[in-house]
């Protein structure tokens, strides 16, 4: 039996020593001590950058499919994607826009800082248009439409 390609969005070397993504993202996990009574988290990092922590290495993995979903969706490889796949790039393209909305809230933050966060929520805002159309391609509840780019 042949692997499906669109099934496969990350290869793991080992799960504690890293993976390499479909979109060629490089992806890593390690422990990290959170504080000094012993509670543990998990850094994920893509590309040798660190993304967030995860309270455990399971969620660390399941933040890296999400992520991994959204590179392909920004790769233009979302027709690859199978449904759970395109769900995934969904749910954190929201995720990630929601923080930009809180960010932008913050008053503390400088205008360069600001202009950052703005552009990188219009980005998220396009994929995430990127991703209805998708979605609604593969349902075939309506025509096709424009992509709203910001």
């Known amino acids: ?3 499906n390609p669109q099934m496969k969005l ?6 504690l020593t890293g993976a390499t993504g479909r979109s060629g993202t490089r992806y890593d996990i390690s422990p990290v ?3 000094e009574h012993g ?23 399941s933040r890296i499919e999400h992520l991994e979903a959204l590179r392909c969706m920004m790769k233009g490889l979302g027709t690859e994607l ?19 909305d809180r960010s932008l809230s913050d008053d503390a933050m400088s205008a360069v800082d600001m202009e950052g966060v ?8 396009s994929l995430q248009t990127l991703i ?16 709203t780019m910001h």
């Open 82 to 100: 199978t449904g759970g796949q395109l769900l995934q790039a969904k749910a954190i393209a929201a995720e990630m826009t929601e923080a930009a």
């Open 39 to 61: 509670t543990e988290g998990w850094i994920v990092a893509a590309d040798g950058q660190q993304i967030c922590v995860a309270d455990s290495a399971s969620a660390a993995v």
């Open 132 to 147: 209805s159309i998708e979605e609604e391609r593969r349902d075939g509840t309506s025509a096709p439409r424009a992509a």
């Open 118 to 125: 703005e552009q990188s929520r219009d980005t998220l805002v």
């Open 1 to 3: 039996m042949q692997d």
């Open 33 to 35: 001590a959170l504080d």
């Open 10 to 15: 990350i290869e793991w070397d080992d799960p």
